[in-house]
């Protein structure tokens, strides 16, 4: 089994497991497939941005910034991180329900181009922070839409119980476009909404779009305001398993722009930049993680425990909430997957496991098992639980391959104990 010209069994030996593996070749295909697709429905006006918390690291923020996307960041540490890789403030957008002072003082301080207010409070907020520094900020809404996508409840964000954005339906999402209007530190220039993640149909994005559009056109018509841009976020579906109903994200880029360009038509708008903001789908398939196989653990009429030297804390997400995935050996790769196990971490947790009842080849101690499409929300979602090192991270591209995170060590794990 290779990746990107690399075979997997020589990436294992030489940089050990569990190591997480990231196709640069992959991750530049689909950053170029969303930057023509603004050429082809938008005639280039506007941009995908990349949402980072799916992957985060600074090599990956030269990559998309390289293939002409804005990063997106949630937290100082990621905006901490995308500055150091040389990522203009300019081109960062600057995302968070519950910002705090200190992060909205290093957005403001590095001139990041559009911090995507929340809540009021945290407009209220900002508006000190930039006259403090004298400084005029420019912004965007959040918006709950109040749009239900069919997708887990923990990724699930654009109804009205969610704790991200401000509510269209009761007047709140207006009452904010006032008053940021009204602040002298403030320059709105967009709204923004995003309504969940690993989203398998087109029409709550066609749906969110037009929501947003209406907002658009009553800020234009009862405050004579036209906004600058729009942000529909991000949430398109990636392929886990073979049998996802997978839609190509082309497709779903295409109806939200028939809607978009029907809808300004229809409420006089001149068309808005138009900004969405992936990251599941530009990073997700772009990575795999291979492990060593240890115990394998058959209980009659139970089940097969396959154990791999990683777990939840390189990857939480079936613990967090079942995530499919494909796994098999890598060095039986053409063999029949006829063996049913459950993959099985090495933490002190019974829910500890990768995937359960998948079907995989026939497994033996010291095989190497790949998991696919975890390129997205595994490194970054990884922890030290149970005092165990994140894994290494190589960049492979073209037949070669590079370390872009150094695994840690255990001396990386006492570091800051006093
Ligand atoms: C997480 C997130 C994204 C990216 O979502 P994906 O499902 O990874 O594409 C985009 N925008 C916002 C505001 C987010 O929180």
Excluded: W
């Excluded at 929300?377 to 922890?383: G, I, L, T, V």
Aim: proline share 4%.
């Amino acid at each position: 089994m290779a990746i990107s010209g690399c075979d997997t069994i020589d990436l294992a030996k030489k940089y050990g497991t569990p190591l997480y593996v990231m196709s640069e070749d992959e991750i530049r295909r689909v950053c170029g497939s969303y930057v023509a697709s603004f050429q082809k429905f938008y005639h280039g006006n506007g941009r995908p941005i990349y949402a980072s918390k799916a992957f985060c690291c600074k090599e990956m923020c030269r990559i998309v910034l390289s293939e002409g996307l804005d990063l997106e960041v949630v937290s100082g540490g990621e905006l901490f991180t995308a500055l150091q890789a040389g990522v203009p403030g300019q081109n960062i957008h600057f995302q968070g329900n519950n910002k705090t002072i200190p992060e909205l003082e290093l957005a403001v301080d590095n001139n990041v181009g559009d911090i995507v207010v929340d809540n009021l409070s945290e407009l209220e907020k900002l508006e000190r922070v930039a006259a403090c520094k004298g400084k005029v900020v420019h912004i965007s809404l959040r918006i709950k839409p109040g749009i239900d996508a069919h997708t887990h409840e923990f990724i699930r964000t654009g109804q009205i119980d969610s704790k991200f954005g401000l509510d269209l339906a009761s007047g709140e999402a207006f009452c904010a476009v006032k008053r940021a209007l009204e602040l002298e530190h403030i320059k709105l220039m967009g709204l923004h909404c995003h309504i969940g993640s690993q989203i398998m149909e087109k029409e709550p994005f066609v749906h969110a779009a037009e929501v947003m559009l209406g907002l658009m056109s009553q800020i234009k018509t009862e405050l004579g305001v036209t906004l600058d841009f729009l942000n529909l976020g991000g949430g398109f579906g990636i392929h886990y398993k073979e049998t996802d109903d997978f839609i190509p994200y082309i497709e779903y880029m295409e109806a939200v722009s028939i809607k978009i360009h029907e809808k300004c038509t229809e409420l006089q708008l001149d068309l808005p930049k138009i900004f969405i903001e992936p990251g599941r789908s530009v990073a997700g398939e772009a990575g795999i993680t291979l492990y060593t196989v240890g115990g394998i653990r058959e209980i009659p009429d139970v089940r097969s425990y396959v154990a791999i030297d990683g777990g939840m804390f390189e990857n939480p997400r079936y613990a967090l909430y079942q995530s499919d995935y494909t796994c098999l050996i890598a060095n039986k790769a053409n063999q029949p997957a006829g063996y049913t196990a459950t993959v099985a971490g090495k933490c002190c947790e019974s829910g500890d496991l990768i995937q359960e009842h998948t079907k995989i080849q026939t497994p033996e101690e010291g095989d190497i098992l790949a998991v696919l499409s975890t390129g997205a929300y595994n490194y970054s979602m990884a922890s030290n639980y149970n005092r165990n090192p994140r894994p290494a991270c190589v960049m492979v591209r073209n037949g070669e391959g590079r370390v872009i995170i150094r695994g840690e060590t255990y001396q990386d794990l006492i570091r800051n104990d006093l």
